[in-house]
Nanobody, 124 residues
Framework: QVQLVESGGGLVQAGGSLRLSCAASERAFSTYCKGWFRQAPGKEREFVAA????????NYADSVKGRFTISRDNAKNMVYLQMNSLKPEDTAVYYCAALYSDCLSPQSSQYDYWGQGTQVTVSS
């Protein structure tokens, strides 16, 4: 069964950094576009960042632009989200997702596979 597994979440103070990782269970996922989404309590899931299968093209939500960086290592079947200058409003469960077409899409409904999520909590 195809799986995406996130890791790297935790508790950090405002201004700090975290690096999230997403491992794909199958090599075929190296040809998939990947994205990160987040969902805070009582809010809808929102787009954070996306990356093309080659890693050349990226897309970011305005709220994280300049602070977060998405990257991937296809040889390791991994996708990363480096988060710097974290703010309390970044607190959420972060999800890794994959889709085969419409790369860089910010629409969660277009993604085919999802991980279980990892909690990120930023204290003020």
């Amino acid at each position: 069964q195809v799986q995406l597994v996130e890791s790297g979440g935790g508790l950090v103070q405002a201004g700090g950094s975290l690096r999230l990782s997403c491992a794909a269970s199958e090599r075929a996922f190296s040809t998939y576009c990947k994205g990160w989404f987040r969902q805070a309590p009582g809010k809808e899931r929102e787009f954070v960042a996306a990356i093309s299968w080659s890693g050349i093209s990226t897309n970011y939500a305005d709220s994280v632009k300049g602070r977060f960086t998405i990257s991937r290592d296809n040889a390791k079947n991994m996708v990363y989200l480096q988060m710097n200058s974290l703010k309390p409003e970044d607190t959420a469960v972060y999800y890794c997702a994959a889709l085969y077409s419409d790369c860089l899409s910010p629409q969660s409904s277009q993604y085919d596979y999802w991980g279980q999520g990892t909690q990120v909590t930023v204290s003020s």
